[in-house]
């Protein structure tokens, strides 16, 4: 399901949080794909490992809010998790996950074209990484505008370890916290006690 898939690729700043209380992860991401579809261009998302367990999904829009959820995945397909809007100031995040990257968006790839990556995969791959590029040059578009078979998706930002210090304001830090401790109860309630410790 596309809205699953979209949580995987889905701070100096001054923010308030639009919603004070988490919500379940994919109420967010509703939104967050309606949003989307309405105006797909300017996006961009972040993946660190969280502090605790599961990941941090930092989803940002073009307006500049952005939405933050907290993972943590026993399989694929039926993540767990919680997430929560917030207002921002300017963000250093955001400027570290635009830096260099297109937005992340859907974009229709031909048939065509899919041929062309696929049987450069095995070879050097100057042709398909050309073609590559290509594609990610193309705007982003609404899903329900894509008619091909094939679409892809990205790109998405991925940092192997944790947020460095410096780049987590104290607020960002309380949110963290507020949303790890959401997390660990929804994992307890979902998997039992032995999951969590």
Same mark, same amino acid.
């Given at each position: ?67 933050? &959820? !907290?993972?943590?995945?026993? +399989? ?7 997430? #929560?809007?917030? *207002?921002?100031? /300017?963000? %250093? ?24 990556? &696929? !049987?450069?995969?095995?070879? +050097? ?7 590559? #590029?290509?594609? *990610?040059?193309? /705007?982003? %578009? ?24 410096? &780049? ?30």
């Amino acid at each position: 399901m596309l809205e699953d898939r979209l949580m995987y690729w889905l701070a100096l700043t001054t923010y308030r949080s639009m919603s004070t209380q988490p919500e379940p992860y994919r109420d967010v991401l509703r939104r967050i794909l309606a949003e989307y579809n309405k105006k797909p261009k300017g996006w961009h998302v972040l993946v660190a490992k969280a502090r605790g367990m599961g990941h941090d999904v930092y989803v940002f829009r073009p307006e500049g809010t952005m939405a933050m &959820l !907290k993972l943590e995945s026993l +399989s694929v397909p039926n993540p767990v998790g919680v997430g #929560v809007e917030v *207002m921002e100031g /300017e963000n %250093m995040l955001r400027s570290i996950t635009e830096r260099g990257s297109h937005p992340f968006g859907l974009r229709p790839v031909p048939f065509d074209d899919l041929a062309e990556i &696929l !049987k450069g995969a095995g070879t +050097s791959g100057s042709a398909s990484g050309k073609l590559f #590029v290509d594609l *990610m040059k193309r /705007e982003p %578009m609404p899903a329900s505008s894509i008619k091909t078979p094939f679409l892809l998706e990205g790109p998405v930002m991925r940092l192997r370890s944790t947020l460095h210090a410096p &780049l987590v304001s104290p607020g960002q830090r309380d949110l963290d916290a507020m949303l790890q401790s959401e997390l660990e109860k929804l994992v307890r309630r979902t998997y039992g006690p032995a999951y969590t410790g």
